[in-house]
């Protein structure tokens, strides 16, 4: 099984702030990742798919990158409806797998 | 409008089975791989399995936790997924989703539409 290591697990921000996820996978899963943003009692929501492509209707602050082994979420400037849960998941293998999740908490 | 809308769940005694169901809506259901996702309280998210589209012969795949437990079937003529989960144990309490996987096509509208998520709660 392809294992999904995400860092940090929690990271303490101000509004404004950039901040950045890291997913790395056990092996390459050739950009087959997606990242998901929930927050409390709420359904995850898709922000990215493909490592880079941004989801419609999602605001442009959000990003991801990276290709075959390490992949990147970045917010570049943190704003108050934010503060959730962020978790990664390849799908180039089976099982699926999830990222532990980030927990993005106001500083 | 493409949607996902759940039933099932509840509470269930330790060694019980249950049925989850999960209703498409909105897109062309037989095209699209199933999956079923599910999260225990205050932990992360955990893929549970998925069902391939007719076009992939229909067949399943699952996570170690349930393999042997868990049975996800389809019924394309009415747009419905089936998660069956046997033998159930404290640890499978949770929320479950479901949520349309790989389209065969591209990846690009994988895991984007979710069901509303429905609880299951094992206890004696």
């Known amino acids: 099984d392809i294992q999904m290591t995400q860092s940090p697990s929690a990271v303490s921000a101000s509004v404004g702030d950039r901040v950045t996820i890291t997913c790395r996978a056990s092996?390459?899963?050739?950009?087959?990742l997606v990242w998901f943003q929930q927050k409390p009692g709420e359904v995850p929501k898709r922000l990215i798919y493909?490592?880079?492509g941004l989801q419609s209707g999602v605001p442009s602050r959000f990003s991801g990158s990276g290709s075959g082994t390490e992949f990147t979420l970045t917010i570049s400037s943190l704003q108050p409806e934010d503060f959730a849960t962020y978790y990664c998941?390849?799908?180039?293998?089976?099982?699926?797998?999830f990222g532990q999740g980030t927990k993005v908490e106001i500083k | 409008e493409v949607q996902l809308v759940q039933s099932g769940g509840g509470l269930v005694q330790p060694g019980q089975s249950l049925r989850l169901s999960c209703i498409a809506s909105g897109f062309t259901f037989g095209d699209y791989y199933m999956s079923w996702v599910r999260q225990a309280p205050g932990k992360g998210l955990e893929w549970v399995g998925f069902?391939?589209?007719?076009?992939?012969?229909?067949?399943?795949e699952y996570a170690a936790a349930v393999k042997g437990r868990a049975s996800i079937s389809r019924d394309d003529s009415n747009s419905i997924a089936y998660l069956q989960l046997n033998s159930l144990k404290t640890e499978d309490t949770g929320v479950y989703y479901c949520?349309?996987?790989?389209?065969?096509?591209?990846?690009?509208?994988?895991?984007?539409?979710w069901g509303q998520g429905t609880m299951v709660t094992v206890s004696s």
């Open positions: 092996q390459g899963i050739n950009n087959y």
């Open positions: 998941l390849q799908h180039n293998t089976n099982p699926r797998t």
């Open positions: 493909g490592s880079s």
């Open positions: 949520t349309r996987d790989y389209g065969g096509t591209n990846s690009a509208d994988t895991f984007e539409i």
């Open positions: 069902i391939r589209g007719k076009a992939s012969g229909g067949t399943t």
